[in-house]
């Protein structure tokens, strides 16, 4: 299994599949070349249906500069595809192809280049299941942070104190910007209404409601307006992790360190979902990237509260199970509606999840693997329609 980097990315918004990965593609072919009169780009499947909403096209274009540069939405859909994802790059110069290569983003801003290897970084982790790493863990006796530490190294808790600081950030400058997002659908900014508007009668747990909502809110329409967020596991489900963790770090005083350790047993789980699932919306639905997301913050957030790996699991487990079969269906293709939302749910869920894994824990039946294998079978029996087409549910209803 990966580095929890892997799962972390530091980027621009919307999307980690539409736009991360598309640019990482984009700058790979170009290094390819020296000389070319003209690149044309080719997309398929999702990346052709909902390009232009999450700018999938425009980031290309911008990362082949200063090359002139022809983006083609393929929208064909009886052309077999290795990945909903694909997209072909191929350069011309002197009247005849120079380079051809077809990418596939497969999520998280992860690409892949058909004919090559999948990659070249070494695995971190001999293990690749949740039972694998509880059974290491328990015969050490040792936490899934201190696992990891092991695993990576001090230096991977210096990347996580940066990748909290960057969510932070992203909250902070969420809750501080107003006005409209981009993109034609006229939906206004609205983590600030909820971090400031007070209800009426409000009790302990609608503040909770209301303060958690508003910081996924804040880092979901950072996402939405270009803004520099981290992949948790993905763009379109950043803001869930971070509205968890930066709640519970105010309420309850948790240390930076405790919050470091936390997000690195969430890392764990979105590794372990990367391994053996996706994260890919347009693969799997948004169950893979809000679910996974969802799952990550219940991890999280039972280790900032000491529970033991059992408790961690099954919060985890609880967090995906109760999203399964999760529609991806963004309106114009945009990572707003309504994604935007599904991240505040998600943030609420991950904490009731916890709450049930402090009562429930040594009464279950499924194991995070099981549900995790469960979600993909789900997701590849998915419609197309309801996997980040924007042809299907919301997106097909609803007309401006």
């Known amino acids: 299994m990966k580095s929890i980097k892997d799962v972390y990315k530091i980027g621009p918004g919307p999307s980690s599949s539409h736009s991360m990965g598309p640019e990482k593609a984009a700058l790979d072919f170009k290094s390819k070349i020296v000389k ?3 690149i044309e780009v080719t997309l398929y499947g999702s990346l052709a249906k909902t390009g232009k909403g999450h700018q999938t096209d425009s980031t290309i274009i911008k990362a082949l500069a200063p090359f002139t540069v022809k983006v083609i939405m393929n929208l064909d859909d009886s052309i077999k595809l ?3 994802n694909t997209m072909d790059f191929t350069a ?3 009247n005849k192809q120079i380079l051809k290569a077809r990418y596939i983003s497969i999520g998280g801003g992860d690409i892949i280049c058909e004919g090559e290897l999948k990659s070249v970084e070494a695995d971190v982790y001999a293990e690749n299941t949740f039972a694998e790493i509880a059974e290491y863990c328990k015969t050490h006796n040792i936490r899934i942070s201190e696992y990891v530490r092991q695993k990576e190294g001090e230096g991977i808790f210096a990347y996580l104190n940066e990748i909290w600081d960057v969510m932070q950030k992203s909250i902070i400058e969420g809750l501080s910007t107003g006005g409209l997002l981009p ?9 600030q209404q909820l971090f400031n508007q007070r209800h009426m009668d409000e009790s302990k747990s609608t503040y909770e409601n209301r303060i958690v909502c508003s910081y996924a809110f804040a880092v979901g329409e950072q996402n939405a307006d270009n803004g520099i967020i981290v992949t948790a596991p993905t763009c379109g489900s950043s803001g869930v ?3 968890v963790l930066k709640y519970y770090r105010d309420e309850k005083g948790y240390s930076d360190r405790q919050i470091i350790n936390a997000l690195a047993v969430g890392g764990i789980i979105g590794a372990l979902v990367k391994t053996n699932a996706s994260v890919s919306g347009a693969e799997c639905g948004c169950q893979a990237e809000i679910g996974t997301a969802c799952s990550m913050a219940a991890a999280a957030l039972a280790e900032l509260f000491g529970m033991g790996i059992d408790q961690i699991e099954y919060a985890a487990e609880v967090a995906m199970e109760h999203h399964l079969g999760l ?7 945009l990572v707003q509606i309504p994604c935007i939302e599904r991240n505040a749910v998600a943030a609420m869920r991950a904490i009731n999840a916890v709450t ?18 469960t979600m993909y079978y789900t997701g590849k029996d998915m419609n197309c329609n309801y996997r980040e087409t924007a042809d299907g549910g919301l997106a097909r209803l609803y007309r401006l």
Request: hydrophobic content about 40%; aromatic content about 10%.
């Open 327 to 333: 529609t991806c269906d963004p309106i114009d293709g």
């Open 241 to 243: 992790v971070p509205a």
């Open 82 to 84: 290795p990945h909903e």
């Open 36 to 38: 070319a009169d003209f």
């Open 92 to 94: 011309f110069g002197d």
């Open 183 to 191: 993109g034609g659908l006229s939906v206004h900014r609205r983590a």
């Open 356 to 373: 049930l894994a402090n009562f429930l824990t040594f009464t279950r039946k499924i194991s995070f693997d099981m549900v995790v294998k």
